[in-house]
């Protein structure tokens, strides 16, 4: 396709010179782009194709970067970053040292806030527009400037979302949210608000009424300051009579609503965008979007479609990798224990927010529909509602992703740990998860989880010490934590049964010892293995164990290696700080021994850092946890 406007749009300014006749033409360039470059880089497709018209509607309205544009999830912010002066780089979008997967002002100055995890659009747009005000009135260097928040309707299930509406409405604001509605997160939407949205949508007979009547208002100068809520009200009791519905939520927090209208609908977007813009107070915009809109595949499965990796533009079909292992993926090794575990025990519930596909718990969800809850996207509540069911007598394996539990720490320590209820939460993309980069990367759950009392902590090094964690997690009287990483698993016949708070000698050795948790051990067995290419006494000299358990530690292997061993090599795929070799070297620190009897502690993780994004060979080089990394680092304890 020959671009008649794309390769002449740069910044912004740039679109602003076009008429507006030009805008659907632009939306099919950049939509078309988009397609061709996620086809051979892939990303996250049906998210950002739903918002083209949106982004074009919003940069030709907007006066960016002063007016603050605040995007809720990257995922759907691809036509942003195409037409904020980075389409020539956006074939590194994702990539090692190339462009974020998210916006991150880091980047652009056109991102106004990073958008990782979602539901925080309002709440941080709200602070800028706020904050703006206050350095005004103070008398410093700030701009008059319009803010907006970007949420699609999956993030307004976040308890967030309705914390920022809730401040919305209390303070004196001039901010725009946009609720972009297509019915869709990864998987599909579960939940009342969900239903609300369809309702609202439905009452198209009252919304175009009041557009009408709204704008011959204004042109009138019947609508001001003094009266604006009487206004308000009359038309939310207008509503009663046109619709069922009476005051929507918006409304009923005194938030101006305005919609639905067509998100795909450029032309009348930018007129509803310069109507409103400078309406004093807070407002709501609610569109109507497609996911995957404009290429067929991504509207007919906009799940398998919103990351689908390569594919052939012209067939659709995916293309598949190279590897013909037939390894199982960590989450499906989870998904068909948690089944197993379901049909044998009837406690067994399964629990999560709104990923039943990518943990793989749709599989437990499509034989035992009942017993699988997608709360959506709500992590807290996802597990003050695992905690309800423990106290009811259920078994609930409540599983979220590693960078995503983060958000529920309070309810994980209030609502789980204090009244000691047996949940067990599966945290699945543990460690480095490569492209989607710092927001996702799982660094930080073995540091802060360890120091909450009553948690049990277990690291998987193969898919059989999973299943048989998950085993043991139905028996155990107290709250459990298993995490695992993203990937292919690996198996392991040899290995001892798991037991609580028990290691597991791999190999002995003579001089040193290495303790690895989690999947990384398997890095760790072969990098001592290429030692003894290289010099079969060295291999002989390195002692290998799996701890397996952070919490509960065996602190009789601690207690054998200190007496057998000079040095001391821990190596997690998580933070140093707080995890194994924090624990190991608080072990050792308190020895009776003298200092110059005690061995010393090398440990070997990811230092103080934020870890950017890359493919995860590219990440554990840079660590230095790969093979070589590894094998390099113990060669120099063993020299030293």
Not at 12 to 25: F, M, R, V, Y
Not at 93 to 110: D, H, I, V, W
Request: proline share 4%; glycine share 8%.
């Amino acid at each position: 396709m020959e671009y008649t406007y794309l390769n002449d749009l740069y910044i912004p300014s740039d679109l602003k010179k076009l008429p507006i006749s030009a805008l659907p033409a632009v939306c099919d360039e950049v939509r078309h782009f988009i397609v061709q470059e996620l086809s051979r880089n892939p990303g996250h497709l049906a998210s950002s194709l739903g918002t083209v018209e949106l982004t074009v509607a919003l940069h030709y309205v907007f006066d960016t970067p002063n007016d603050q544009l605040v995007w809720d999830v990257g995922h759907q912010a691809y036509a942003h970053k195409i037409l904020t002066g980075r389409r020539q780089r956006f074939h590194t979008n994702r990539q090692f040292k190339g462009l974020a997967p998210f916006p991150t002002p880091a980047e652009s100055e056109y991102d106004a806030f990073i958008a990782g995890h979602a539901s925080n659009s309002i709440s941080a747009a709200l602070g800028i527009e706020i904050g703006t005000e206050a350095m005004n009135r103070e008398g410093h260097e700030a701009n008059r400037r319009r803010v907006v928040a970007i949420i699609g309707d999956g993030a307004m299930t976040g308890g967030l979302a309705f914390e920022g509406l809730n401040n919305t409405s209390m303070l004196k604001n001039n901010l725009l949210i946009v609720l972009n509605d297509n019915n869709m997160a990864i998987d599909p939407i579960k939940g009342g608000f969900t239903q609300y949205l369809v309702d609202i949508t439905t009452s198209k007979r009252y919304n175009n009424w009041r557009w009408r009547m709204y704008r011959v208002a204004r042109k009138l100068h019947l609508i001001n300051d003094t009266n604006k809520q009487r206004v308000q009200r009359f038309t939310n009791n207008l509503k009663t009579l046109f619709t069922k519905q009476g005051n929507n939520i918006f409304q009923g927090l005194n938030l101006r609503y305005f919609g639905p209208a067509d998100g795909h609908d450029v032309l009348s977007l930018v007129r509803i965008f310069s109507e409103i813009k400078d309406y004093e107070g807070p407002k709501v915009l609610h569109i109507i979007t497609k996911k995957g809109k404009g290429y067929e595949p991504a509207e007919n499965d906009q799940t398998t479609w919103h990351a689908p990796g390569e594919f052939n533009v012209e067939t659709g079909e995916r293309r598949k990798g190279n590897d013909t292992k037939k390894q199982e993926l960590w989450q499906e090794v989870f998904g068909q224990q948690l089944l197993k575990l379901a049909k044998e025990d009837e406690r067994v519930v399964g629990i999560t927010p709104a990923m039943p596909s990518g943990c793989s718990m749709n599989i437990m969800q499509r034989e035992l529909p009942d017993r699988v809850f997608d709360v959506g996207i709500a992590e807290g509540h996802a597990v003050t509602f695992s905690a309800g069911m423990a106290k009811a007598g259920l078994k609930p394996y409540c599983n979220i992703y590693s960078s995503f539990l983060q958000r529920a720490y309070d309810n994980i320590i209030h609502d789980v740990a204090l009244p000691k209820l047996p949940v067990v939460l599966c945290i699945d993309r543990a460690g480095i998860v490569g492209n989607d980069g710092a927001t996702h990367h799982g660094l930080l759950d073995l540091a802060y989880l360890r120091p909450i009392p009553h948690m049990v902590i277990g690291a998987p090094m193969t898919a059989s010490d999973l299943r048989e964690m998950m085993r043991m997690a139905q028996e155990i009287d107290q709250p459990v934590a298993i995490r695992y990483p993203r990937g292919k698993s690996v198996d392991r016949e040899d290995l001892p049964k798991v037991e609580l708070g028990k290691a597991v000698c791999l190999k002995p050795g003579s001089e040193m010892a290495v303790l690895s948790i989690g999947a990384i051990g398997n890095t760790v067995a072969e990098a001592i293995k290429s030692l003894k290419a290289k010099d079969e006494s060295l291999e002989a000299r390195i002692a290998h164990y799996n701890m397996r358990w952070l919490k509960p530690i065996d602190e009789e292997v601690l207690a054998t290696v200190c007496k057998q061993h000079k040095t001391i090599v821990t190596v997690e795929d998580g933070v140093i700080d707080g995890g194994l070799g924090s624990i190991v070297a608080e072990y050792i620190g308190a020895m009776t021994a003298a200092k110059n009897e005690r061995p010393r502690v090398i440990r070997l993780g990811v230092d103080d850092q934020f870890v950017e994004h890359g493919s995860t060979k590219e990440l554990y080089e840079l660590l230095k946890l790969d093979k070589e990394g590894i094998c390099e680092s113990l060669l120099q304890a063993l020299e030293q």
